[in-house]
């Protein structure tokens, strides 16, 4: 079955930086477009950033641009955010998302997402 296992959170003060992982299996990695999306205690679940399955294209929330960077390896089955001088703001549960759509550019929409991890904890303390 696919999984989704999510590592790299943690708590860090404002202006701080974390590097958040996500490693796939039980699914062909190199063809799935990744999502990154975060849910704080009380909100909706948001998007943060996507990118396609080749990793040319990448999209990210206003919230988070210039801020954060998504990246992957796909011979690591693996997918990347790196957040850089993190806010208070950005406390959340961050999960990432996998999408075997054909040849897929990303979304910033959880439905189009069919596999979800159980997601990290950041905590950014002011």
């Known amino acids: 079955q696919v999984q989704l296992v999510e590592s790299g959170g943690g708590m860090v003060q404002a202006g701080g930086s974390l590097r958040l992982s996500c490693a796939a299996s039980g699914l062909t990695f190199s063809s799935a477009a990744m999502g990154w999306f975060r849910q704080a205690p009380g909100k909706e679940r948001e998007f943060v950033a996507t990118?396609?399955?080749?990793?040319?294209?990448?999209y990210y929330a206003d919230s988070v641009k210039g801020r954060v960077t998504i990246s992957r390896d796909n011979a690591k089955n693996t997918v990347y955010l790196q957040m850089n001088n993190l806010k208070p703001e950005d406390t959340a549960v961050y999960l990432c998302a996998a999408t075997t759509i054909p040849n897929y550019s990303g979304s910033p929409y959880s439905r189009v997402y069919e596999y979800w991890g159980q997601g990290t904890q950041v905590t950014v303390s002011s």
């Open positions: 990118i396609s399955w080749t990793g040319s294209s990448t």
